[in-house]
């Protein structure tokens, strides 16, 4: 059978998300992989119940980070199945209007659909527009020299980028970005197997959505935004439960990028 759709979904820790994510899948023809970062036996035991009670496939892996759990569900959807699209899902999202129908102007393309949080917010695209080196090893000193108040600079002019980006799609139908949010993306078989291992796993969290922006842009894909695709985030899912010093792992994301793409 080929499947529509192969949904990659990862959790950690947060077995409530993963209940309403498929509660509210209604989806024809799509199948879900479910990985899970390993946090312990309880929890490793409820997703495995919860995944077999949706027939959906279930992969407990070490807790090596976010690229690398979904690279681990990317290998073991190329391996098992043959289909049209791959998602790459949060379990903390609904489903609000997708079909393969909708999708098919778009075999070429990685897919950003409108992403809206529960305060109402827009959150593709990702980021609009490329990035150049210098721009990043800028971002990257607030995390150097421990500056961690200067973030609110980049998020003002990461702002002010999509703004721009909603103008341009409302009056000139612009739809080109060059990363989707993390959430929730689609990418059709061909352009994934262009692109695999999708993840640097030496990223733990935070810096995914610019390295396969990166990646995409290398190889001569391109990411669109589709805002006839509605998804709502919950955004109330494991990183909040993990206790983790965000800024120190975004400096590590950077310092992974740099080192990826630069040699630096």
Request: hydrophobic share 40%.
């Amino acid at each position: 059978m080929k499947y529509d759709f192969i949904f990659i979904v990862l959790v950690y820790r947060n077995t409530k998300d993963l209940q309403d994510f498929f509660a509210s899948l209604m989806l024809p023809r799509s199948k879900v992989i479910v990985v899970n970062s390993f946090y312990d036996e309880e929890s490793d035991k409820n997703f495995k119940l919860i995944a077999e009670g949706n027939n959906a496939d279930y992969l407990s892996v070490p807790n090596k980070g976010y690229g690398a759990g979904n690279n681990r569900g990317i290998e073991y959807a190329i391996s098992n199945y043959d289909f049209k699209y791959l998602v790459v899902s949060n379990a903390d999202i609904e489903i609000g209007s997708m079909s393969a129908e909708s999708l098919e102007n778009y075999s070429s393309d990685i897919i950003a659909p409108d992403i809206v949080n529960l305060k109402g917010r827009h959150q593709n695209p990702h980021m609009p527009f490329a990035k150049s080196k210098l721009g990043y090893m800028l971002q990257y000193s607030v995390y150097k020299y421990n500056l961690p108040k200067l973030r609110i600079v980049f998020a003002i002019l990461s702002r002010l980028n999509k703004s721009l980006f909603y103008l341009l799609n409302k009056f000139c139908g612009y739809n080109k970005v060059f990363a989707a949010h993390g959430a929730f993306f689609v990418l059709p078989k061909n352009v994934l197997l262009k692109l695999v291992p999708l993840y640097d796993e030496n990223v733990f969290m935070y810096g995914e959505e610019t390295h396969v922006g990166m990646l995409a842009a290398k190889n001569g894909i391109t990411t669109r935004y589709l805002p006839s695709i509605k998804i709502r985030h919950k955004e109330d899912g494991s990183s909040s439960l993990a206790n983790l010093n965000m800024f120190k792992l975004e400096k590590q994301s950077f310092e992974a990028l740099l080192k990826y793409w630069y040699n630096i």
